[in-house]
């Protein structure tokens, strides 16, 4: 997939930090860049006046931002989500504590603006959703592994109805349960990173995650 850039507007009253810098999409994770310093002196060095602290945080994190945006809005709209999250983790990182790790930070952060982009969406939904949603369907999600050129017509056609049946069906899930599978299954947290981004204890991410998985396979099967 050919990578897009996307610039920040920070608006307003925002320019003593310097310029918000664009963002490279997509990536799948965390960016492998050398010269990523780490979490806390990247956040040090922006807070102590030098913007590029927060140009390598976007390099480092974007990837996984939009990874979990595609998910839960589909690629369409994450890059909107993308821009949100990091704004608003620009205007809000002198609130971070490190309480959670940055990654569990930004993630909470991602999940709020898509839960928003969400609303967003139901309401323009009966509008354009026969055309967006072919779109969708055929546009590859993050980490999904590209057709088999060598498999048969036929291969090809059951693997993309297995594919549309799975995003459906995670798309069909109530909200709570969702963001949970997709956060385990799709994005690899553990349970205690779900259970800071989602603010519940992990008990409660146990019992989404399990009814989320029997919910799926109900659906599938």
Do not use: C
């Not at 821009?83 to 809000?92: I, K, N, P």
């Not at 109805?161 to 956060?183: D, G, K, S």
Request: charged share 30%; proline share 7%.
């Amino acid at each position: 997939m050919t990578a897009r850039i996307l610039a920040f507007h920070p608006g307003p009253g925002a320019h003593h930090r310097g310029r918000i810098p664009a963002v490279v999409l997509p990536v799948s994770g965390p960016s492998e860049a050398r010269d990523w310093p780490g979490d806390e002196k990247a956040v040090a060095r922006f807070l102590g006046g030098d913007p590029t602290g927060f140009e390598q945080i976007v390099r480092h994190y974007s990837g996984m931002v939009f990874s979990l945006a595609a998910r839960l809005v589909g690629p369409w709209e994450a890059e909107e989500v993308v821009q949100e999250t990091f704004l608003r983790a620009w205007r809000g990182l002198e609130t971070f504590r490190g309480d959670s790790s940055l990654k569990t930070w930004l993630y909470t952060i991602a999940l709020n603006r898509a839960k928003a982009r969400q609303g967003t969406l139901a309401r323009m939904r009966k509008v354009f959703a026969s055309r967006r949603a072919a779109e969708e369907e055929d546009r590859p999600w993050p980490g999904e592994e590209a057709p088999d050129p060598s498999a048969s017509p036929e291969e090809q056609t059951l693997a993309l109805e297995q594919r549309t049946r799975l995003r459906r069906a995670i798309r069909n899930l109530p909200e709570e349960f969702r963001h949970a599978v997709v956060l385990r299954d799709l994005e690899g947290l553990s349970y205690d990173e779900i259970a800071r981004v989602l603010g519940v204890p992990i008990g409660t991410v146990r019992s989404r995650i399990a009814r989320g998985r029997a919910a799926l396979l109900e659906e599938l099967s």
